[in-house]
């Protein structure tokens, strides 16, 4: 599966704890990773 451009930043900034999954989240609202990345990054459903 191809991911977002900004995929691996945001998944590196969540687990690093620097982000939280409110900021996770705003990056899908941003457009920068999808609803589905969302749920890889975090485990949880995006709603």
């Known amino acids: 599966m191809e991911h977002s451009?900004?995929?691996n930043k945001?998944?590196?900034y969540y687990g690093r704890k620097?982000?939280?999954e409110n900021r996770v989240?705003?990056?899908v609202v941003?457009?920068?990773i999808?609803?589905?990345?969302?749920a890889?990054?975090?485990g949880?459903?995006?709603k």
């Open 5 to 7: 451009k900004n995929y």
């Open 18 to 20: 620097l982000w939280d």
């Open 40 to 42: 890889e990054i975090t």
């Open 10 to 12: 945001v998944k590196n």
């Open 34 to 38: 999808t609803e589905e990345e969302f």
């Open 44 to 46: 949880k459903d995006y």
């Open 30 to 32: 941003k457009g920068w």
């Open 25 to 27: 989240r705003n990056a």
